[in-house]
């Protein structure tokens, strides 16, 4: 099919798309190539002129239209509109102008990394004048929105069965035997068989706050994984191809996930201009689009533990400072770096440091949805969410079948960790845990993930916690009152603290 700047007379796109960034350009061919009309407009007329013109053969066909009055008037009822463009003021400029041209019940999607909150706020405000939206998250990267994303839509169940053949049909598949995502797409030869990564998440804005956990936990797994190179790099001297290949091998096991998968290539990979490890002439400073910082804020708002993620993110902030550690690094003393055992067994026990703490920050992320749900309201069912990341987002994993397998067998599960499968895989590998960050520890080198990952599993399995101690001190320095191990849940006391040289406190 042709594709063309105005539309064919008479025929009706499926569906339009706003902003024609490389996400919205990959998204927009994606739907094309399972054959659905698409309509497309870019407030710069020239890009999205370009961009019809240099995709003119998809399955479905691309229309451009100069005007949003142009791309609402190609479009079949009830019209379907996504945007594409940046979070924020740029989504609600967009929203607003939409708003003026649309008819009731037509369906507004935001494809966008939008906080939860604004997405709730969206859509409280659009059904108030009879317009649906959808607030959908979208992981996978330029790849995942070009040939299978996973997707996380939020909204109203009604109007999103007027979505859900297209979110089906373009997101990534799985092989619902194996749990194993199914690659091999191509422009214009799409994957068409398999369990799409599509789901409806729940109502306003659950899409957006799972895909905003979702990246968090993808924090966590990346920092995790720079913890495990850099002690093979720095304790063992492991050269970048060397650290590639055990990378690789990891991927043939239990820890086969995209991730692990890109690590190894990265680290074999050469610098085109030196010839030298690519890894080691990237400067050493991490930047950050906010999902982590969110995902972090809003453990800390609910009262959720969410140390693993949150370690993610200041690792990031740490790294950000570089003049600074440059100078301390001529200031501050610690140990030489000098490793003493079987490095091969050591090896071993940093890929079960890395298992252990993923599965701890899984359990977090998981943990925070749950606190979810009960503070907005919403009813979501893990198994299928664990399902939908299985293939197409950043954080795809083989492991995720497991998750999947463990909310099955229980949907009210409180922790991962209570889980017979990952308890048991926890109890065999945790020795070699302990030994990782120990042996860390005492030669100075920062595993932040894998360390605050092994304390929050010490502090979820211990019966008393030293906070006893923490509430004595703020009722002696503040009147903030405790409770008592032998008195019942909910019932407050103090003590009037003599403190020489001030007067007893009278509450």
């Known amino acids: 099919m042709t594709a063309t700047i105005m539309p064919v007379a008479n025929k009706k796109s499926d569906i339009g798309l706003i902003g024609l960034a490389v996400m919205g350009q990959n998204l927009a061919l994606n739907i094309a190539d399972h054959g659905f009309r698409t309509s497309v407009f870019n407030r710069t007329t020239g890009t999205m002129t370009a961009f019809v013109q240099k995709n003119p053969d998809t399955p479905g066909g691309l229309i451009g239209h100069r005007t949003l009055k142009a791309l609402i008037g190609s479009l079949k009822r009830p019209r379907k509109i996504i945007i594409m463009v940046k979070a924020g003021a740029a989504t609600?400029?967009?929203?607003?102008?939409?708003?003026?041209?649309?008819?009731?019940?037509?369906?507004?999607?935001?494809?966008?990394?939008?906080?939860?909150?604004?997405?709730?706020?969206?859509?409280?405000?659009?059904?108030?004048?009879?317009?649906?939206?959808?607030?959908?998250?979208?992981?996978?990267?330029?790849?995942?929105?070009?040939?299978?994303?996973?997707?996380?839509?939020?909204?109203?169940p009604v109007a999103y069965r007027h979505l859900e053949p297209i979110w089906n049909a373009?997101?990534?598949?799985?092989?619902?035997?194996?749990?194993?995502?199914i690659e091999g797409a191509k422009p214009g030869k799409p994957i068409t068989w398999g369990a799409p990564c599509a789901a409806h998440i729940g109502p306003n804005g659950a899409g957006h706050y799972v895909k905003m956990v979702h990246n968090g936990i993808e924090y966590g797994d990346m920092q995790m994984i720079c913890e495990a190179y850099d002690l093979m790099k720095k304790l063992l001297g492991m050269s970048a191809p060397e650290t590639g290949k055990v990378f690789a091998k990891w991927n043939r096991g239990m820890l086969d996930s995209f991730l692990i998968e890109i690590t190894a290539d990265i680290l074999k990979h050469k610098d085109p201009t030196t010839g030298k490890p690519f890894v080691d002439m990237v400067l050493d400073t991490a930047g950050q689009k906010g999902t982590g910082k969110w995902t972090s804020i809003n453990a800390l708002d609910m009262g959720t533990p969410a140390p693993t993620v949150a370690e993610a993110v200041f690792a990031r902030f740490v790294s950000a400072v570089k003049p600074e550690r440059v100078a301390a690094s001529k200031?501050?003393?610690?140990?030489?770096?000098?490793?003493?055992g079987n490095r091969k067994k050591f090896i071993k026990a940093i890929h079960d440091a890395l298992y252990c703490s993923k599965i701890c920050s899984y359990a977090q992320g998981f943990q925070l949805m749950r606190y979810a749900q009960d503070e907005y309201n919403w009813e979501l069912d893990f198994a299928r969410i664990a399902q939908i990341w299985r293939g197409g987002c950043i954080i795809r994993a083989v492991f995720l079948q497991k998750i999947t397998e463990a909310y099955k067998r229980n949907p009210k599960l409180a922790n991962l960790l209570l889980d017979r499968h990952f308890n048991q895989t926890v109890q065999k590998a945790q020795k070699n845990w302990r030994h990782v960050v120990a042996t860390a520890a005492v030669n100075g080198i920062p595993v932040p993930t894998f360390g605050s990952s092994l304390a929050y599993y010490d502090s979820y399995r211990s019966a008393r916690l030293p906070q006893n101690l923490l509430q004595g001190q703020r009722d002696f320095f503040g009147a903030h009152t405790y409770e008592r191990t032998d008195k019942d849940r909910g019932q407050f006391y103090h003590i009037d603290w003599p403190v020489k040289g001030r007067p007893q406190l009278k509450v």
């Open 92 to 156: 609600d400029a967009v929203i607003n102008g939409l708003v003026k041209l649309l008819d009731r019940n037509d369906i507004i999607i935001d494809g966008g990394n939008s906080k939860w909150t604004d997405t709730i706020r969206r859509e409280k405000d659009l059904k108030a004048q009879g317009i649906r939206f959808i607030g959908s998250g979208v992981s996978g990267g330029e790849e995942g929105a070009r040939f299978g994303p996973s997707v996380m839509p939020g909204g109203d």
């Open 170 to 181: 373009i997101s990534a598949k799985v092989d619902p035997k194996t749990g194993r995502e």
């Open 331 to 340: 200031v501050l003393k610690g140990p030489k770096p000098k490793f003493k």
